[in-house]
C-alpha cells in the first residue's frame, strides 16, 4: 500500500511557458497532500499543503499566483508552474498523507523541471 | 518555528560497522519523527519512525531511539552494507501534520 506516482518525471520548457505536474495516490484516499521542492544536495524545501477540496496553504516566500495547486480529489493534486522561468529549474516531488495515520508522507518519484 | 539539525552531514564507515545519525528539535510538542533514505536522483523512502509514546523502535538493522526530555532522536543502523550508501533525512512533525526536516546526512559506506 501507500503507493504515490507523479507525472511527468522529467521535463523540459521554453521560458515563459507553463508546466503542469500531476500527484496522485494510487491506492489510499489522500487527505493531504504536500509539494516540494528540492535543490541539489539539499533537503527538501516545503512549498504548500494542499486538502482535498481547499485552498492550498503556502510557505513563506512561495508565490501562489507563480506555482499554482489544486487538490480536485482525494487522489489527486496538481502543481503548476506558470511563466517558468530558468531559475524555476529544480527537482519538484509530491507527497501524501493519510493512509495509515494522518502524519505519514509518502512521497511520488519527483519531476525534473529545466526551464532553457 | 520549529527547527531540526541533524549531524553529522557527511558520515563515512567501513563496511560491517555502525553508523549513526543525530537529530534535535526544537518544538517540544512534536510527537512523530520520521527517517527518509534518499538516493541520488530519486523519491526519499521511509526507512522507519517513532512516535513520541516510545523510546526506541527496531527493524532488523535500523533502530530509532528517541530521548523526549533531550529532544534528540537517533537512526542507528548496524552491519553497514554498500546499499546503505544514500542520503539520510531525519525529521518532526507536530500535530498539523507536516513534517519539518534535517538538511540531511550523506553515509558512505567504505568496502
Known amino acids: 500500500g501507500a503507493v504515490v506516482s507523479q507525472h511527468p518525471s522529467r521535463v523540459i520548457c521554453k521560458s515563459g511557458t507553463s508546466v503542469k505536474i500531476e500527484c496522485r495516490s494510487l491506492?489510499?484516499?489522500?487527505?493531504?497532500m504536500f509539494w516540494y521542492r528540492q535543490f541539489p544536495k539539499k533537503s527538501l524545501m516545503l512549498m504548500a499543503t494542499?486538502?482535498?477540496?481547499?485552498?492550498?496553504?503556502?510557505e513563506q516566500g512561495v508565490e501562489k499566483d507563480k506555482f499554482l495547486i489544486n487538490h480536485a480529489s482525494l487522489t489527486l493534486s496538481t502543481l503548476t508552474v506558470t511563466s517558468a522561468h530558468p531559475e524555476d529549474s529544480s527537482f519538484y516531488i509530491c507527497?501524501?498523507?493519510?493512509?495509515?495515520?494522518?502524519?505519514?508522507?509518502?512521497f511520488g518519484p519527483g519531476t525534473r523541471l529545466t526551464v532553457l | 518555528g520549529e527547527n531540526v539539525e541533524q549531524h553529522p552531514s557527511t558520515l563515512s564507515v567501513q563496511e560491517g560497522d555502525s553508523a549513526v545519525i543525530k537529530c534535535t528539535y526544537s518544538?517540544?510538542?512534536?510527537?512523530?519523527f520520521p527517517w527518509y533514505k534518499q538516493e541520488l536522483g530519486k523519491r526519499p523512502q521511509l526507512i522507519i519512525d517513532?512516535?513520541?509514546n516510545v523510546g526506541e523502535k527496531k527493524d532488523q538493522r535500523i533502530a530509532v531511539t528517541l530521548n523526549k526530555t533531550a529532544k534528540h532522536f537517533s537512526l542507528h543502523i548496524t552491519e553497514t552494507q554498500p546499499e546503505d550508501s544514500a542520503v539520510y533525512f531525519c525529521?518532526?512533525?507536530?500535530?498539523?501534520?507536516?513534517?519539518?526536516w534535517g538538511a540531511g546526512t550523506k553515509l558512505i559506506i567504505k568496502p
Open positions: 491506492d489510499f484516499q489522500a487527505t493531504t
Open positions: 517513532i512516535r513520541s
Open positions: 525529521a518532526a512533525s507536530t500535530s498539523n501534520y507536516q513534517l519539518i
Open positions: 518544538d517540544s510538542a512534536s510527537n512523530y
Open positions: 494542499s486538502n482535498e477540496g481547499s485552498k492550498a496553504t503556502y
Open positions: 507527497s501524501a498523507s493519510g493512509w495509515r495515520e494522518f502524519n505519514e508522507q509518502f
